[in-house]
Each structure stands twice: as structure tokens, then as C-alpha cells.
């Protein structure tokens, strides 16, 4: 006899594959797959979850009151209109789930974060995914692809694992062009990376359009990946529907605790972007002096291109870097197979993955 089945999509679902963290044979090896902190976290926040370790038999805020509270603050926006996540992921899916169901249609570009379309399936809803055009979100081909049945958009900025970005005004004529029903959801994960002038990370749409929710994170920028933590911003009527449909305990107590120190200690978040500005150029440079392809990036992330020759791919060059304990992120899942993302890490993280791409084109 069969056992209990899951709804149809479900098993349509192709589970997220996590960058690798181990290298065979290397005790540390340099981990450079997951768009992590160089810097790793404040010396404030490490401190704030160590002293949370004595009230661990204690449930954590489940308003996160004191965390919302220091996000708004600090960003400068209604504390009432921000909900905390375990993890940006968790508010994407229960945003997708809140809004889309089955014979709904949620609309996101060929190279878009894998999270949008397991949350889509999850939800019993159909994943529509509109080209990209030199890796960059085409607006006019993801409007062509809005119907009757679309109920979200979905637009990193940047896009990961590309490092592309829309401008504040593409943005803006983006959802001009979306029915008032569908929801635009901006995630915004990189967005303190980037520092060009025509940029956005959201926030003003967020703040005055009914449809439009604005997504964050502290894994990245901030260095807590380890801890899930994350946070949305939107109109007061979406903000009522995720508080309604998440955990009442989503966001652990030391999570909260060094979510608030973090976002306290903008030194540290300077240092980790200074880091990014000088060691991101500097590697995509040698990276083309090699001949290879880099495209441009706003991330803490690169793409590199490789040729697709036999023993000269993206392949062969991931297991040529493994064995230098060198663990970069195959990408062939986002449609990108000739293709690895490098994390920028610190200095001798970005020499020591030079030489080696060096030493693997000359063989």
C-alpha cells in the first residue's frame, strides 16, 4: 500500500543545493561558495549571542520588537511595517504562499535566485521565468510574460548569482507596468554592497506602493549566515498577512540579540564593504588578464566564464581549485554551466585563488 502523497508539485520541487564547505583532503580549505563575509561578524554581535547563552530555556520576543525596532532606526523606516524571518528565505516563502496558490502564476529571469521557484512549487503555483538579456533583467520581456493569473514578481537587485542590478528608474518602470494585484517583491540581499548613485535597494516603493515588499538579510554584509536572519518591509496590509501566517517564534533569541549589535556597529560594516570595493575590482581585473570572461558585478560575488574546451571548463577547473583547498560555486543549477561564482574574500583568500586560476589555464 501506498503511504500519504504530497500535492502535485511537490515532487516537481528541485531541492537547493547549498555551496560546498569542505574540500577532500584539506583540513581549512578557503571557502569562497556561499557569498559570505570575508570580515565574518561584528565583535559586538559575536558578544551579544554569547550572552544570550544563559537564557537559552527562555522563548525569544515573538514580535522581535527590539530587532525591528533598530532595523527601522537604523533605515529609517516605520518599525510597524517591518516583520523579521528566519532567514529572508522564510519571508519569501511565506509571501509566496500568502499570494500565490495553485493556478496562480509567479513570474521571475532565467538566472534569478533558486528560492523563487521551490517557493512557487511549494505553494502549488506555476514558476514562470522570463530571458535575461546579457545577464541583466529584461523589463520589457518579463512584463511581456505578466497574465491574468500572475500574482508575484520576483526581482533580485542584485541578482545573484549574476551581480547584475536594475537602476532605481528600471526599477520603477517595472512596476509601473504591473497589474495594481501583483505583488513585487525587490530582495535586496546584496543591497549594502552596492554603492552606485542610480541604484535602490527598494525602500521608497516599499513605502508607497500597496503591492511592493521590500526583502533583506544579515547573512550577508552583516557576516550572520550562521544564525537565519532576516527581514522584510512593506505595506501595513502584507505586513498583516506574513505576521498572521508566520511562526510566532521565528527568529531565535540570540539571533535577535546580535541582529540589533550588529546593525550597531557601522564601523564594522564599513571595513566589510571597503574590503569588497578594492578586492572585487582587483580579482575580476587578473581574473580577465588570464582570458577569462568576468562580467560585472555590484555583489560581494563574481562570475567567471571559462572556455568550454575539455579540461579547460568550469568542470575541470572547480575540481583543479578543490584540490588547492579553493571552493568555489558551480553554478550550471541557475542555467550558467560554463560558469563558477567566486565569493570576494580577504587578501590571501584573493591571491591564493589568482594564482591557482593561473596555474589551472596555463596546464
Known amino acids: 500500500m501506498s503511504g500519504p502523497q504530497p500535492r502535485p508539485g511537490i515532487l516537481d520541487i528541485a531541492p537547493y543545493v547549498p555551496g560546498d564547505s ?3 583532503g584539506i583540513a581549512e580549505p578557503m571557502k569562497l561558495a556561499s557569498n559570505e563575509s570575508s570580515l565574518g561578524p561584528s565583535p559586538r554581535a559575536i558578544a551579544a549571542y554569547r550572552a544570550m547563552a544563559e537564557k537559552l530555556h527562555r522563548y525569544p520576543d515573538g514580535a522581535s520588537a527590539d530587532l525591528r525596532g533598530a532595523i527601522a532606526k537604523h533605515h529609517g523606516l516605520d518599525r510597524e511595517r517591518v516583520v523579521c524571518g528566519n532567514g529572508s528565505d522564510e519571508l519569501i516563502a511565506l509571501l509566496t504562499k500568502a499570494y500565490a496558490g495553485p493556478g496562480d502564476e509567479v513570474l521571475f529571469t532565467e538566472h534569478a535566485f533558486a528560492m523563487y521557484p521551490i517557493a512557487t512549487l511549494a505553494a502549488g503555483a506555476k514558476p514562470v521565468v522570463a530571458k535575461e538579456k546579457n545577464l541583466r533583467a529584461d523589463i520589457d520581456a518579463l512584463v511581456a510574460k505578466v497574465t491574468d493569473r500572475t500574482r508575484i514578481v520576483f526581482q533580485a537587485n542584485p541578482n545573484n548569482p549574476t551581480g ?13 507596468a504591473l497589474p495594481a494585484r501583483v505583488l513585487l517583491v525587490i530582495d535586496a540581499a546584496y543591497a549594502e554592497y552596492v554603492t552606485r548613485n542610480d541604484y535602490t ?4 516603493l516599499a513605502e508607497k506602493a500597496p503591492n511592493v515588499v521590500m526583502t533583506r538579510t544579515f547573512s ?3 557576516g550572520l549566515a550562521g544564525l537565519r536572519l532576516g527581514w522584510m518591509y ?8 506574513i505576521n498572521r501566517t508566520r511562526g510566532p517564534f521565528n527568529v531565535t533569541l540570540p539571533a535577535q540579540a546580535a541582529g540589533v549589535a550588529a546593525l550597531a556597529d557601522v564601523a564594522h560594516i564599513d571595513q566589510a564593504r571597503t574590503m569588497n570595493d578594492h578586492w572585487l ?11 577569462l570572461e568576468v562580467p560585472p558585478s555590484v555583489g560581494n560575488f563574481v562570475l567567471v566564464r571559462f572556455p568550454k574546451a575539455n579540461g579547460k571548463d568550469a568542470n575541470a577547473a572547480n575540481e583543479f581549485l578543490l584540490k588547492r583547498g579553493i571552493i568555489l560555486r558551480k553554478v550550471a543549477g541557475y542555467g550558467l554551466p560554463d560558469c563558477l561564482r567566486v565569493t570576494i574574500g580577504n587578501e590571501a ?5 589568482v594564482a591557482a586560476l593561473a ?4 596546464r
Open 349 to 353: 583568500e584573493m591571491r591564493a585563488t
Open 234 to 241: 512593506g505595506p501595513a496590509a502584507i505586513v498583516d498577512a
Open 22 to 24: 569542505k574540500a577532500e
Open 359 to 362: 596555474d589551472f589555464m596555463k
Open 201 to 204: 535597494a527598494g525602500t521608497e
Open 281 to 291: 575590482p582587483w580579482f575580476s581585473d587578473q581574473a580577465r588578464a588570464l582570458g
Open 220 to 222: 550577508k554584509i552583516y
Open 164 to 176: 547584475s542590478y536594475l537602476t532605481k528608474d528600471e526599477i520603477e518602470r517595472l512596476h509601473r
